[in-house]
């Protein structure tokens, strides 16, 4: 007697190996998770923009070690019901919500201004907030909103805590950019993009400024024992592509979703790539360098020049201005 599969249940199996295939397939090319079981008790970090997306998974992971992390955040509701959720999943109760809006500058110094009244100690300081491809806006002090968010209030951010960050050392810094730097061009004649202004190009130009900025920041740290690196953390799905055209329809949406669900990281494998340079101990004493895909690589020659790297952070300073009282 000769058996035959019923055909429902042999598309049934079909189905379920695809799309099994296809998770297979995706967890693959969206790279590996970062394995080391390090541990992080008495330290304290700070992750900008951790409410959502890649920021909230780095504090999740970060606070399962036993980290103080510190999620500095524009919404506090939003980061309060993060907070909540990481604390019951890490059991970790020194996970903390501080206002702190990279569009307003005196927000970022009230945030440290406050985190000196608080803590003592700085370890990992972790630059991952932004926006990406925003209509045509401005921050509080007049600043495009991707250079003043993506760029100005992290280098702000920064400059005001290297103080803590050198008591602390060794101790690290993540400046979060994207691959979207080699098509960047700093508008020398042009920053604030008020004579010509492009959502795309404006964002590539913030993140040319993240690598120039971390790589003029490592030539001014030599011999104080913080390290400053950049890290791509790939192409996530996160609340970031929500200004993009397509995305503003439900229906483009979901087109979108679908023809580029196998490509695109989840925030959790977006995460791994900052986590790796944070925590790996073969990265421990590197500095100035660009990480994509867990690696050291290379960036674009405009992202090289060094008397670019030197003009922006002039320029920067004035803008920001953060050794005034």
């Not at 491809?133 to 993506?150: A, D, F, H, W």
């Not at 192409?235 to 669900?261: C, F, K, N, P």
């Not at 791994?272 to 867990?294: E, M, R, W």
């Amino acid at each position: 007697m000769r058996w035959s599969i019923p055909k429902p249940i042999y598309y049934y199996s079909a189905g379920v190996t695809i799309v099994g295939s296809g998770y297979l397939l995706k967890d693959y090319l969206s790279g590996t998770k970062y394995l080391g079981e390090e541990k992080l008790d008495d330290k304290v970090v700070i992750v900008t923009g951790s409410n959502t997306g890649i920021g909230k998974e780095v504090v999740r992971d970060l606070a399962r070690r036993g980290a103080k992390v510190l999620m500095a955040c524009r919404d506090m509701e939003k980061c309060e019901i993060a907070r909540r959720e990481i604390v019951v999943d890490s059991r970790n109760k020194y996970i903390y919500c501080r206002k702190c809006d990279l569009a307003s500058q005196q927000s970022i110094r009230d945030f440290v201004d406050q985190f000196k009244k608080e803590f003592n100690n700085l370890h990992i300081l972790i630059n991952n907030a932004g926006v990406m491809r925003c209509p045509k806006s401005y921050t509080k002090e007049g600043i495009e909103m991707q250079l003043g968010v993506n760029h100005m209030g992290h280098f702000l951010l920064t400059n005001l805590l290297l103080d803590v960050l050198k008591e602390s050392a060794p101790s690290k810094i993540i400046n979060v950019t994207s691959t979207a730097h080699k098509r960047g061009h700093i508008k020398l004649k042009d920053l604030n993009s008020e004579e010509n202004y492009e959502p795309g190009d404006a964002y590539a130009q913030s993140k040319l400024a993240n690598i120039l900025f971390t790589r003029e920041l490592a030539n001014k740290l030599k011999g104080t024992g913080v390290t400053v690196n950049a890290v791509h953390p790939g192409i996530v799905r996160t609340e970031i592509m929500r200004h993009m055209g397509i995305y503003q329809s439900t229906m483009g949406r979901i087109i979108v979703d679908a023809l580029t669900w196998i490509f695109i990281k989840t925030p959790v494998k977006g995460a791994q790539p900052i986590l790796h340079v944070a925590l790996d101990p073969s990265v421990k004493d590197v500095t100035g360098a660009y990480f994509d895909n867990c690696k050291m690589s290379d960036v674009s020659e405009e992202a090289k020049n060094d008397d670019i790297a030197k003009w922006l952070w002039e320029v920067s300073t004035r803008w920001t201005k953060p050794n005034s009282v």
